[in-house]
């Protein structure tokens, strides 16, 4: 892949790095190139996974909901961040939290219930790194 100046070409150059274990691929919009997915996905059955995030998943090597279900969110956020050399968006991390818990669980939450979790988190984090620093000053 080569350096973009934005993410906007991001979705393209991820379909040259999938598995060829990968089933034969389809055009899911003729129109576009850019549809290129696996003909029978059952990762695309999930609730919150469209074929962008389904060509993320395969470049992170994830090609099964079983798979899936032994992911942490986080992990693979980093590892995305990681392979792709670019920030991703914070509600990337939320859709892979969302089918995380849908292939634990069977449970389909939008991937927005997940990003509440994940500012809660951050807030608690941030509360806590204040209150340590206001009792080493003290």
Known sequence: MRSRENGAALACATIAVLPLSLPAMRM??????????PARDELLVLRNIGPAMR???????????????????DRLY???????????????????????HQARTGEALPWWHFSRIRKRAAQAARDAQRARGRAARA
Do not use: Y
């Open 55 to 73: 060509r993320d998943f395969a470049l992170l090597g994830i090609g099964s909901v079983r798979r899936l279900a032994r992911c942490h969110p």
């Open 78 to 100: 980093a590892k995305l961040e990681r392979l792709t050399g670019q920030r991703q968006d914070p509600c990337v991390r939320d859709t892979f939290a969302a089918a995380i």
């Open 28 to 37: 899911s919009n003729p129109s576009s190139a850019r549809a290129r997915v």
